[in-house]
């Protein structure tokens, strides 16, 4: 297939890409603006393949996005781009709208405008937070924060495409990652970095919020059975085989690098925290997928790659990041 992967240099778009190419012999376009988080690093093993190519720019700037899909000529667009952390969205939401909401309806008009299949690649967050019990696709929509409100008003546009204009358009909702090239500033990479350096760990609250826990490789494998054999306008779920509360989850990253409990810090809690997300994925299981990886064993794995990668979170951590950290923790971790 020839694909226009949008998003395709952070986190979980860079690992689609990579499972398209190796495993599907796929050929594979990456537009991506480049934020602070996407990265061409994160192609330092298949920049050089024949069947990839990297174009910079932004979905919601039209001609850069028309100039992208004339090179690429895709078959489908699966669409990662966004901004990601919860914590920066409470802090600076602007953003969040501009890409969710702007930059998927500009993204959504050039996929109707050739009639591609258009997958977006969405969170469990959309759903906001459940004591008990698991969201299954027909929960209703009830997002918490400026994150996962713009996510949610991102799907509702999506499906508006499916039903207005009959786009080939669906909704592959995740439940959170953890692998190899995330950004430190999500929980999992930022404990694990900070352990390994003897800082501290910053638990908001009491640390007893739940996560439903999915390897990046697992979730990217889901997106592509969603793309391949999914049915137009249908939403699938895709969790993790493993909930941990995030102390559970510090705790373990404290055992496996070697750090010290007394690292453990507990700050100021998040303002309107979800207390638990939990993701039925009956339905993409029913297309064939399952998650492969379970947590113990994949944490233990990421905390290996995040040790011997050095080369890849040293200018993280040397640039821009630094002010980010202080902005984020600074008055919290020193009084
Ligand atoms: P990431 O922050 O690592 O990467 C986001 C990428 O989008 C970056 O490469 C960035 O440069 C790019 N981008 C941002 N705004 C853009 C724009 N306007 N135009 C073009 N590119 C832009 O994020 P990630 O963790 O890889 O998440 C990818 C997708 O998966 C997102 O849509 C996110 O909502 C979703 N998701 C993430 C998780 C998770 O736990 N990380 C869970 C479920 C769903
Ligand atoms: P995060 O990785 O930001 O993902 P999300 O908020 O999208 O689930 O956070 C995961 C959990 O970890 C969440 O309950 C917030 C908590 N957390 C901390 O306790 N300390 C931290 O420094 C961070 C980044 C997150």
Redesign the pocket.
């Known amino acids: 297939m020839r694909l226009l992967v949008?998003?395709g240099?952070?986190?979980?778009?860079s690992t689609f890409a990579r499972q398209r190419l190796r495993e599907h012999g796929d050929e594979v376009t990456v537009?991506?603006?480049?934020?602070y988080?996407?990265r061409e690093e994160n192609f330092h093993d298949i920049g050089e393949d024949p069947r990839f190519r990297f174009i910079r720019g932004?979905?919601?700037d039209r001609e850069a996005l028309a100039a992208a899909v004339e090179a690429a000529s895709p078959e489908a667009i699966v669409n990662?781009?966004?901004?990601?952390h919860v914590d920066r969205s409470i802090a600076e939401p602007d953003a969040f709208v501009r890409?969710h909401a702007l930059?998927t309806y500009v993204l959504l008009d050039a996929a109707r405008e050739r009639d591609l299949r258009y997958v977006q690649?969405?969170?469990d967050e959309v759903y906001g937070s459940i004591d008990e019990g698991t969201f299954t696709e027909e929960s209703p929509l009830a997002p918490s924060s400026p994150y996962s409100a713009t996510?949610a008003g991102a799907d509702l546009l999506v499906q508006s495409y499916f039903h207005t204009y009959g786009l080939q358009a669906l909704i592959c909702r995740?439940?959170?990652?953890y692998g190899p090239y995330?950004?430190p500033e999500?929980l999992i990479p930022l404990m694990v970095l900070n352990a390994l350096h003897g800082d501290s760990l910053p638990i908001y609250g009491d640390g007893m919020q739940v996560r439903n826990w999915i390897h990046s490789t697992d979730f990217a494998a889901a997106i592509g059975h969603v793309l391949e054999h999914g049915h137009p306008g249908d939403v699938y779920n895709a969790g993790g085989p493993d909930e941990e509360a995030n102390m559970t989850v510090v705790r373990r990253i404290v055992e496996l690098t070697g750090a010290s409990e007394s690292q453990i810090e507990h700050v100021a809690d998040r303002p309107g925290h979800d207390v638990r997300y939990s993701l039925s994925s009956e339905k993409v299981r029913a297309l064939g997928w399952e998650p492969r990886v379970r947590f113990e064993e994949g944490l233990g794995q990421t905390v290996a790659w995040y040790r011997d990668n050095g080369w890849w979170w040293e200018p993280i951590r040397s640039g821009d990041y630094r002010a980010y950290y202080e902005r984020q923790y600074g008055r919290s971790l020193h009084g």
């Open positions: 949008c998003g240099a952070g986190f979980i778009g537009f991506d603006k480049l934020t988080a996407g932004a979905i919601e990662f781009a966004a901004e990601t890409t930059g690649v969405s969170t996510k995740g439940s959170n990652n995330q950004y999500k």
